[in-house]
């Protein structure tokens, strides 16, 4: 079975914690003891030419500024660069709005975990300086790796699926995460249920950055004061 599924894009392997210094989200461990751990193809290389995992989160208090964003993968390809995106309102066959999305040349961590042949490694881009207000969103971090000649291009990446162990956050919406292939022939697919395999309810992705202050309540009354002055001015004109 482990064999069909990696055949099809799917993986079983381990995943583990990143530290929690800044992170806003995470959508939680690799859980090697859940009922169906397993991992889905997420990865731009010269075996699979695309595949992104969509992972949904939520943004709640008064927004947040993010910095950065990652995905646990196992991979045997070498991550030379990574295309993400953060985009609202993707549902079933429709990839929504697309908001930020770039290139950028990941840091690349090595968990120390490896199992089915894969190493585990945590990509993730920083630098980013982007303002979200409340609300849901998806984000993507997809490795790449594209040189012609270079062995390690022709390897294979897979993003983690997670029961929401040690999870970070607002919890990840269940069922709510979509794979876009066209390698796979799939347009914003709902990830759970793809190939006829329903274990791919979260997965391993994360959101670094810092929440927005919400004004301090002195600073709200002289406003408010202030805009009261104001229609005051009015009045007497």
Excluded: H
Aim: charged letters at 10%; a negative charge; glycine letters at 14%.
């Amino acid at each position: 079975m482990k064999a069909f599924l990696a055949a099809c894009g799917l993986a079983v392997a381990l995943v583990a914690t990143p530290a929690s210094a800044g992170v806003l989200f995470y959508g939680g461990d690799f859980n090697p003891n859940s009922s169906n751990p397993n991992s889905l193809a997420n990865e731009q290389d010269l075996t699979v030419s695309q595949s992104a995992i969509y992972t949904p989160f939520v943004v709640g208090g008064s927004g947040w500024n993010v910095t950065g964003l990652f995905t646990v993968n196992q991979m045997s390809i070498t991550a030379l660069s990574a295309s993400w995106e953060i985009r609202s309102g993707v549902s079933a066959g429709d990839g929504g709005t697309l908001l930020f999305s770039g290139t950028s040349t990941p840091t690349v961590t090595d968990t120390g975990v490896s199992d089915f042949g894969y190493e585990d490694y945590q990509v993730e881009v920083t630098g980013l300086n982007i303002n979200l207000s409340p609300g849901n969103y998806w984000m993507s971090v997809v490795p790449i790796c594209l040189v012609a000649g270079n062995g390690s291009c022709d390897g294979r990446s897979f993003n983690a699926n997670t029961d929401g162990t040690n999870a970070i956050g607002t919890p990840e919406p269940l069922n709510k995460s979509f794979i876009n292939s066209s390698f796979f022939g799939a347009s914003f697919s709902n990830a759970q249920g793809f190939l006829g395999v329903n274990d791919f309810s979260e997965f391993s992705s994360g959101v670094l950055g810092d929440p927005v202050s919400a004004p301090e309540p002195g600073s709200m009354a002289l406003l408010g004061g202030g805009l009261l002055l104001l229609a005051g001015i009015r009045r007497r004109r």
